[in-house]
């Protein structure tokens, strides 16, 4: 039995602030335990201070649990084993404005292992996913917000990851982008790579989810399926709305 | 995969980046205007003009030097942590002390590329007032290099603990400071007597003798750096570096 991309057991993340006199705790997410199988598209949804971008620092590494055990495909998220396997697209990613795209990918290509050849061919191949290959001659400056978007899906795709782990993938694009990214998502999940996306924007999540997480005050709400949300009156939204309430 | 191509990749992205930006520009238009208003020093010291425009330009290279190093490693890990690059970077099959010593690397590259500019710089006004090398020239620079080393090992040790940037070029200034009085604070702690002068002799451990590093006061020797020197700077780095490493691998982003 093949594990699966991401397993979090009993999870519970605690972010400690030094004062002057002690610390000032705060708990991110408590008791949080969900799957994500091989090959699905799996939403997270949640209002602002809701968990989300702990849980995607958790699943690549960037955090360390407090409590309860994190794993991506079978092992730790520190692990090269699991890090190998992951392509990771934070909020709003930044780049070196001087440079042009390709250099950008470049260097994030080095650091996945990426070299001669192979390097090469990740990178036009991720340009040309992208849609950024017409841009290939600009600096990263003249780049709009939906460009820049772009440029951070093609440094997650550079490795052929099994897993793509996408913090707010469509904030702030124009529709023409969102459309744009959507269907490259869809095209990547029918590789058979899973995608694990988190959103403000719910009916961006129905689109492409199979499953969505929702979360409230750091605890997991409600799992719901599309079978569920298309069965139930009002859809996803309704289902949301009540349970954040 | 080979993790010493990691550090390259990460040294020369660092490197790169430093030379980049404007700052690297800035600081070499001010070594310029600096070594070449020292003329106006050499003038005045008459028949000492050739010692002068050398000792002058020399601590000048070695201040803008490390003025430029103590801003670059102050920032370095809080730029990449602020833009959140570094978020790229450690969901990758990274180690954290190849990170680290890629960042490290490309940092003293851009040190080393600053100093041999300002040299050329400084040679080429010496040769325009009509003197040739000073003795121990290439010493004098590769003792600044050291010293340089030292405390941009030291200020990176520092950014992974302290709450800006700006205090981390303070402390390292500091740091730099009291190296240069290493030999003075030892002669008067070898006088404090009992339990006083135990505690600080200890604490001297803590400072780098970068008077180990000035070449030119060595001249007449052998050689103007002494294997002393480059063992104190390797274990100076190390220390750093590994101290830095520790913290590192703790912090979480």
């Known amino acids: 039995m093949t594990a699966p991309a991401v397993s979090f057991s009993g999870v519970e993340k605690t972010y400690k602030r030094p004062r002057l006199l002690g610390a000032e705790y705060h708990t991110a997410v408590k008791e949080l335990s969900f799957e994500i199988q091989a090959g699905e598209v799996t939403g997270l949804l949640g209002l602002n201070g809701a968990g989300k971008t702990t849980i995607m620092k958790l699943i690549t590494g960037l955090l360390f649990p407090t409590a309860g055990k994190v794993r991506v495909f079978g092992h730790s998220p520190s692990e090269v084993a699991a890090k190998a396997r992951v392509g990771f697209l934070p909020e709003l990613p930044y780049f070196p404005p001087q440079v042009k795209p390709a250099a950008a990918l470049e260097y994030y290509g080095r650091l996945s292992g990426l070299s001669g050849a192979e390097l090469s061919l990740a990178i036009e191949s991720s340009m040309r996913k992208t849609g950024l290959e017409p841009h290939a001659g600009k600096r990263i400056s003249e780049f709009s917000k939906g460009m820049l978007q772009r440029l951070g899906l093609a440094q997650a795709l550079l490795h052929k990851p099994d897993l793509l782990v996408l913090d707010e993938p469509v904030s702030g694009l124009d529709p023409l982008a969102i459309h744009d990214i959507r269907a490259l998502l869809a095209g990547l999940n029918s590789e058979g790579r899973a995608i694990f996306l988190s959103s403000h924007s719910i009916s961006e999540v129905e689109k492409l989810a199979s499953r969505v997480l929702i979360m409230v005050r750091g605890a997991l709400a409600v799992t719901v399926s599309r079978a569920q949300w298309e069965a139930a009156p009002g859809g996803l939204e309704k289902i949301f709305v009540e349970a954040v309430k | ?253």
């Open chain 2, 1 to 253: 995969m080979n993790n010493l191509l990691l550090v390259r990749a990460v040294a020369f992205n660092a490197f790169a980046e430093n030379v980049r930006n404007r700052f690297f520009t800035l600081f070499a238009v001010f070594a310029f205007t600096a070594v070449y208003a020292s003329v106006l020093a050499g003038v005045m010291a008459v028949d000492q003009e050739a010692r002068v425009l050398a000792d002058f330009g020399l601590a000048l290279i070695e201040l803008t030097a490390l003025a430029y190093s103590i801003f670059g490693a102050s920032s370095a890990l809080l730029k990449e942590a602020e833009t959140k690059t570094i978020y790229l970077v450690f969901s990758r099959p990274v180690p954290r002390w190849a990170y680290l010593a890629g960042k490290l690397s490309g940092t003293l590259l851009t040190a080393g590329l600053m100093l041999l500019i300002m040299g050329a710089m400084h040679l080429s006004l010496l040769a325009m007032r009509g003197f040739g090398l000073p003795p121990f020239y290439a010493w004098a620079l590769a003792g600044t290099f050291l010293k340089l080393s030292i405390i941009v090992s030291f200020a990176f040790f520092v950014s992974l603990f302290s709450t800006s940037a700006v205090s981390t070029l303070v402390i390292s200034s500091i740091m730099w400071t009291l190296g240069h009085f290493a030999s003075e604070a030892r002669y008067m702690v070898e006088r404090l007597p009992g339990i006083k002068g135990i505690a600080f002799s200890a604490l001297l451990w803590l400072i780098p003798n970068l008077q180990l590093f000035n070449a030119r006061d060595a001249a007449g020797a052998a050689a103007a750096l002494g294997p002393a020197a480059l063992f104190s700077a390797a274990a100076w780095v190390a220390a750093s570096f590994l101290g830095a490493l520790w913290l590192l691998s703790r912090k979480e982003f």
